[in-house]
């Protein structure tokens, strides 16, 4: 009986090693039709890193595209907390990545009062 139980096993491990370099084999194929991230990792890779470098969160994403580079993206940040609320500094940054969800560059293209909207525009200017 010894026997027959060391032969289950040895074949249970045996199928278990199958299964996971059947699925290890799969992985690496599947990853390459399709290097680009989801949309959903971009931009929580592009949140992430534009807070660690500019020390600020990231409150939302105003804008999202894909580019002929990789994505773009506008984010909108906390600059500086002020009471009341309605008084805090936003600023919108614009956000590039490569197609890899890798930031390449930002720049600050707007800033203001989070309790004032944007000046209306007539006359398609």
Same mark, same amino acid.
């Given at each position: 009986?010894? @026997? ?10 045996? @199928? /278990?090693?199958?299964?996971? /370099? /059947? ?9 390459? &039709?399709?290097?680009? %991230?989801? %949309? ?41 907390? $002020?009471? !009341? ?5 936003? &600023? ?14 930002? $720049?600050?293209? $707007? ?7 944007? !000046? ?6």
């Amino acid at each position: 009986m010894s @026997n027959t139980k060391n032969t289950q096993e040895s074949q249970s491990a045996h @199928n /278990s090693q199958d299964s996971q /370099s /059947s699925q290890n084999s799969r992985k690496p194929t599947d990853k390459a &039709a399709d290097d680009r %991230p989801s %949309p959903m990792e971009v931009l929580r890779q592009a949140r992430g890193q534009l807070a660690e470098l500019t020390g600020m969160t990231a409150e939302s994403v105003s804008s999202f595209e894909q580019t002929e580079q990789g994505w773009a993206l506008e984010v909108e940040v906390l600059e500086l907390e $002020r009471v !009341p609320d309605t008084m805090s500094l936003m &600023a919108s940054y614009q956000v590039e990545l490569d197609a890899q969800g890798q930031l390449t560059g930002y $720049r600050r293209v $707007r800033r203001y009062e989070r309790g004032r909207s944007d !000046p209306r525009r007539t006359g398609g200017h």
